[in-house]
């Protein structure tokens, strides 16, 4: 079956210690994106690729950065964990960011910062 | 900024019963709103969808009523099942714009 495949599924790191967690899908879907949820709060978006095009939401703070080395694969680097970036992060994809859309989430990957 | 809101953090209802989720949004240029369903440790997965020219969509059990002029969207589940306990969220966008999401209301339906 088509899917989006995130790994780790858990991670449990030191306060400052760079974690990367990753995300591949075999749908061809041109957009992937990266969402924060925390507990009993929205999904928040941090970024999303069109293709090779990097997109940034505002309020995303610098210690998260991407990759996007092919279609198939994306990236989540946390340079500098803190505390407040405990929470589950979902890696979604669509076909393209205009028009009717659904997201196609994978099942996310808990991280715990200690 | 909470664009998209789902007041209700949960919600119990009956086997057989109906279920009614609501949602509440606040940016009118919204062209397209879904619902998704979330298990535990699963990534959320599309349910249903509705466009803002309509005002309800049907799938099987599903249907969604969409009330522009109230900025308000609402899921029913009918006969709910116990296989429709789950966490449901509410999301919105507008063409070429990202989505935003509700907090989510977990539905717990009794057998």
């Known amino acids: 079956d088509a899917m989006v495949i995130q790994n780790p599924r858990y991670q449990v790191t030191q306060f400052g210690k760079p974690v990367t967690l990753s995300c591949s899908q075999t749908l061809n879907h041109n957009v992937m994106y990266w969402y924060q949820q925390k507990s009993s709060q929205a999904p928040k978006l941090l970024f999303h690729?069109?293709?090779?095009?990097?997109?940034n939401e505002a309020d995303t703070p610098d210690n998260f950065q991407s990759r996007r080395p092919n279609t198939s694969f994306c990236f989540l680097d946390i340079r500098s964990p803190g505390l407040g970036d405990t929470a589950m992060y979902l890696c979604a994809t669509s076909r393209s960011s205009s028009g009717a859309n659904v997201l196609t989430f994978g099942a996310g990957s808990r991280l715990t910062v200690l | 900024d909470q664009q998209v809101k789902q007041n209700s953090p949960s919600l119990s209802v009956q086997e057989g019963r109906i279920s009614i989720l609501n949602c509440d949004y606040t940016n009118s240029m919204f062209d397209y709103f879904l619902w998704y369903k979330k298990y535990p440790a699963e990534g959320p997965t599309f349910l249903i969808s509705i466009s803002s020219i309509k005002d309800k969509n049907e799938d099987g059990r599903f249907t969604v009523f969409l009330n522009k002029s109230a900025k308000h969207l609402s899921l029913h589940i009918v006969p709910s099942q116990p296989g429709d306990s789950a966490v449901y969220f509410c999301?919105?966008?507008?063409?070429?714009?990202?989505?935003?999401f509700g907090t989510g209301t977990s539905l717990t339906v009794i057998p």
């Open positions: 999301a919105a966008y507008s063409f070429g714009n990202q989505f935003y």
């Open positions: 690729y069109y293709d090779k095009d990097f997109n």
